[in-house]
């Protein structure tokens, strides 16, 4: 733009009407003879126009520190690891992480220059088998389960077996009659809503657990763990999957601020069988999803903790899943 306005006020000086100087420079005759008239008062400098930009940041949906938590989020997981349904982190799905964790919501075109901004670029995933290490799994339940076991029961600890879950309102399961051909249809609400479960088990029967909002963090992990060890005056011994937050450093040191009450083991690395917590999993989705399709994040919840008292007060049902054959060494 202020090329052309500079090449305007030469041709005007050279004799140049203005109609066709606006003409040959692409500018409006208003806008030629505006610059003509700056450069008479001002000199070439007053000929330039100046566009104001926003600060760097300025208008962003998301915080820094927000961004930084996104960023570590899809760096070290993959969906799949924090209970979403998607198998790569596409635009849609960290979008769907976003607005989980923080409450906001972006669009496609947004979320993409936000990855753009942070560095990620959409590329092929290498594969890699996800099947667990017969050696490690062997290992766990001949030699590292007895060893807590005895531990646990020479000290008088109790044994728990600790996993996180995901709910979303759309998920409809089952199988329902309806006339031949007639396939029946579900009619699911449109603003989808997510929510999370961890929960307990112990071969006894006994269950605790917790719903929450969003992504698993230490905040919610330590929450819940002074949870299961409030009022108690044995020790407890719980055992989860391996996942990264699991080890933050908030949770390592509450851990070893309070290993007087609570020691935790994990499992072996793409093992989720052999969790007895997996089954709680199971039941409780079962439930959720053969219920009316919640409109709401407050029916879903709903629909949730109700299901989780009704499997709680059957601590038959929940000692059940311990005679499951890829659990039946924790029984």
Same mark, same amino acid.
């Given at each position: 733009?202020?090329?052309?306005?500079?090449?305007?006020?030469?041709?005007?000086?050279?004799?140049?009407?203005?109609?066709?100087?606006?003409?040959?420079?692409?500018?409006?005759?208003?806008?030629?003879?505006?610059?003509?008239?700056?450069?008479?008062?001002?000199?070439?400098?007053?000929?330039?126009?100046?566009?104001?930009?926003?600060?760097?940041?300025?208008?962003?949906?998301?915080?820094?520190?927000?961004?930084?938590?996104?960023?570590?989020?899809?760096?070290?997981?993959?969906?799949?690891?924090?209970?979403?349904?998607?198998?790569?982190?596409?635009?849609?799905?960290?979008? =769907?992480?976003?607005?989980? $964790? +923080?409450?906001?919501? #972006?669009?496609?075109?947004?979320?993409?220059?936000? *990855? @753009? /901004?942070?560095?990620?670029?959409?590329?092929?995933?290498?594969?890699?088998?996800?099947?667990?290490?017969?050696?490690?799994?062997?290992?766990?339940?001949?030699?590292?389960?007895?060893?807590?076991?005895?531990?646990?029961?020479?000290?008088?600890?109790?044994?728990?077996?600790?996993?996180?879950?995901?709910?979303?309102?759309?998920?409809?399961?089952?199988?329902?009659?309806?006339?031949?051909?007639?396939?029946?249809?579900?009619?699911?609400?449109?603003?989808?809503?997510?929510?999370?479960?961890?929960?307990?088990?112990?071969?006894?029967? =006994?269950?605790?657990?917790? $719903? +929450?909002?969003?992504? #698993?963090?230490?905040?919610?992990?330590?929450?819940? *763990? @002074? /949870?299961?060890?409030?009022?108690?005056?044995?020790?407890?011994?719980?055992?989860?999957?391996?996942?990264?937050?699991?080890?933050?450093?908030?949770?390592?040191?509450?851990?070893?601020?309070?290993?007087?009450?609570?020691?935790?083991?994990?499992?072996?690395?793409?093992?989720?069988?052999?969790?007895?917590?997996?089954?709680?999993?199971?039941?409780?989705?079962?439930?959720?999803?053969?219920?009316?399709?919640?409109?709401?994040?407050?029916?879903?919840?709903?629909?949730?903790?109700?299901?989780?008292?009704?499997?709680?007060?059957?601590? =038959?049902?929940?000692?059940?899943? +311990?005679?499951?054959?890829?659990?039946?060494?924790?029984?």
């Amino acid at each position: 733009m202020n090329k052309r306005r500079r090449l305007a006020v030469k041709m005007v000086l050279s004799g140049a009407t203005i109609a066709a100087t606006a003409r040959q420079c692409e500018l409006a005759v208003r806008t030629a003879w505006g610059t003509v008239k700056a450069y008479r008062q001002g000199g070439w400098p007053a000929v330039t126009v100046r566009h104001g930009h926003r600060p760097q940041g300025a208008g962003r949906a998301l915080s820094r520190e927000q961004e930084r938590q996104a960023q570590r989020r899809i760096r070290d997981h993959v969906p799949d690891q924090l209970k979403m349904t998607y198998a790569l982190w596409t635009r849609q799905a960290v979008s =769907e992480l976003i607005e989980a $964790v +923080f409450g906001v919501r #972006l669009t496609g075109r947004n979320m993409g220059k936000y *990855l @753009k /901004r942070w560095g990620f670029t959409p590329q092929r995933p290498l594969k890699k088998a996800d099947e667990p290490s017969p050696e490690a799994v062997a290992k766990w339940v001949n030699e590292e389960y007895p060893k807590i076991a005895t531990a646990a029961k020479a000290e008088g600890a109790e044994i728990q077996w600790g996993d996180e879950t995901g709910l979303r309102s759309d998920d409809v399961r089952g199988r329902g009659y309806a006339p031949k051909a007639k396939t029946p249809v579900v009619v699911a609400n449109a603003n989808r809503s997510r929510l999370s479960v961890i929960s307990t088990v112990t071969n006894k029967g =006994e269950m605790r657990w917790k $719903v +929450f909002s969003g992504a #698993l963090d230490a905040t919610i992990l330590i929450g819940f *763990l @002074k /949870r299961l060890v409030h009022g108690r005056n044995k020790r407890v011994f719980l055992i989860l999957y391996n996942l990264r937050a699991h080890h933050s450093k908030a949770v390592k040191k509450w851990l070893a601020d309070n290993e007087e009450k609570i020691a935790v083991f994990y499992l072996p690395s793409y093992s989720p069988e052999l969790n007895p917590d997996e089954l709680l999993n199971a039941d409780l989705k079962q439930r959720v999803t053969q219920a009316a399709p919640a409109r709401n994040k407050l029916a879903l919840t709903r629909t949730a903790i109700s299901a989780l008292r009704s499997i709680q007060k059957q601590p =038959e049902r929940v000692e059940n899943y +311990f005679g499951q054959k890829d659990v039946a060494y924790a029984a």
